[in-house]
């Protein structure tokens, strides 16, 4: 089993060519979890001991081997696209979300948040329309619940 401690902070693609990508398709949360064994999507286990805080993005080569390599991709989730009417709902509606340590992304003209039952709350609530899409979500700051 590969053991990941320090992933690579660069890695020219010559160091790629010829060998057999490998992916980890994980969710936002997955994506900040540091410590434990997962199954790639080639059915390779392998296992992150990877320091505290660190946060996985979409792209990131994770290991290269002799023959294959590790990148992460983003995994499709559940999320509540918000179109707030005004620059002040928008704020007001941030500052609640992030109130409830819930994380928050913008997407173009919306603003992104997981499709959780706070947030359908929330929303109801300030009556702004919305829609659900399935994304790759990456909230601002890489911030979480804390």
């Known amino acids: 089993m590969v053991v990941i401690t320090d992933p690579p ?3 020219e693609a010559a ?4 060998k057999a990508r490998d992916t980890l398709r994980l969710a936002w949360e997955e994506r900040r979890w540091t410590r434990k064994r997962v199954t ?24 290269v081997e002799d023959d294959w390599y590790l990148a992460v991709e983003g995994r499709p989730e559940p999320v509540l696209a918000i179109f707030p009417r005004s620059r002040e709902d928008a704020l007001r509606f941030a500052f609640d979300v992030g109130n409830r340590h819930v994380t928050l992304a913008i997407d173009g003209d919306a603003l992104v948040v997981p499709d959780e ?15 659900r899409r399935e994304v ?7 911030g979480g619940h804390e």
């Open 9 to 11: 902070r660069t890695v």
């Open 15 to 18: 160091a790629l060519a010829g």
């Open 40 to 63: 790639t999507t080639a059915g390779r286990e392998v296992a992150l001991a990877l320091p505290t805080g660190s946060v996985l993005e979409p792209g990131e080569i994770l290991t």
């Open 117 to 131: 039952p706070a947030m359908r709350q929330l929303v109801a609530r300030v009556g702004a329309r919305w829609e």
């Open 136 to 142: 790759v979500y990456t909230p601002l700051g890489g």
